[in-house]
């Protein structure tokens, strides 16, 4: 079965970094766009970043531009958010997403369960 397995997340102090893993299995991984999402309590899930199918091409909130990056290892099925200058506001439960690109997978879009990150002194 389709699987997408986040880790990396934990508390941190302002200013300082993390890097989030998503391990994903069970689909063509090269045929998805991945995705970073993260949800703060009593608010929307917001999209944080998204990297194209071949990693050509990458997009980011106004939020978190400059500070984080996302990238993917098509090799290792996996995909990265390394997080830094960490601010209080960026305290949210964090979650990988794939989303089908070619014919053949569209309309196909999974999440994983998400990873908490907490900024706080």
């Known amino acids: 079965q389709v699987q997408l397995v986040e880790s990396g997340g934990g508390l941190v102090q302002p200013g300082g970094s993390l890097r989030l893993s998503c391990a994903a299995s069970?689909?063509?991984?090269?045929?998805?766009?991945m995705s970073w999402y993260r949800q703060a309590p009593g608010e929307e899930r917001k999209l944080v970043a998204t990297?194209?199918?071949?990693?050509?091409?990458?997009n980011y909130d106004d939020s978190v531009r400059g500070r984080f990056t996302i990238s993917r290892d098509n090799a290792k099925n996996a995909a990265y958010l390394q997080m830094n200058s960490l601010k209080p506001e960026d305290t949210a439960v964090y979650y990988c997403n794939a989303k089908g690109r070619l014919p053949a997978d569209y309309g196909m879009d999974y999440w994983g369960k998400g990873t908490p990150v907490t900024v706080s002194a």
């Open positions: 990297i194209t199918h071949i990693g050509g091409s990458t």
């Open positions: 069970g689909f063509t991984f090269n045929n998805y766009a």
